[in-house]
């Protein structure tokens, strides 16, 4: 089923020059991970520090990741079974191979775009990293809440269930005193939980035992 999203724009001041978004559907419930893009000046640089993404009870966590351009990324596994964490995305194709707790090395993301994970062993496992090209950027929370600069007027817009393609943003431009608009894209519904491959996961044993 289509859905129509609205964005339900609440400008208001929160003390540092930045206004509050907040992300319904059609049915006024909110929608998280909504990436906003806007301009920034000076661009953002790449960050020494490394952005986690985990993965817990057999899901990536958070499920989308927003870096710079540049930046390195640890894949923990909290999970008492391995994973194996692969990406076929033109924007960083990688593979971490069965393994467990902190022992995959990081990987280093340095092209703008979006690349989506997965897991060779739970199918179930998707999850989605936002590669920055320097861009300011927000990602709506499970309130559908975000934050913006005050003086931002023009947003790019992108959500992993949006049924255009998955690597392009859409534009739109906010209106002065604009409370509501409707989102240019629907969203799919979410996939079903998926347990195929549970059983083909590997099985870690207890601490201190053979």
Known sequence: MKLVLFISLIAFSLGCGARQLTVLDQQGQPVADLVVSYPATPAYQPTDSL???DQINK???PQVLIIQAGQQVIFPNSDDIRHHVYSFSP???FEL???A???APPVQFDTPGIVVLGCNIHDGMIGYIYVNDGRGTALSNS???LNIPAEITTLSLWHPRQQLSVVERTSITLAPGQQQIILPFS???PAEPSSKGTKFGRKLRPQGQP
Request: charged share 20%; net charge neutral; aromatic share 10%.
């Open 97 to 99: 191979k069965l393994y």
């Open 91 to 93: 924007t960083k194709p």
């Open 51 to 53: 952005a986690v993404m």
């Open 187 to 189: 969203l799919v519904p």
């Open 59 to 61: 899901q990536f966590s």
């Open 143 to 145: 309130q559908g809440e």
């Open 101 to 103: 707790g902190s022992d």
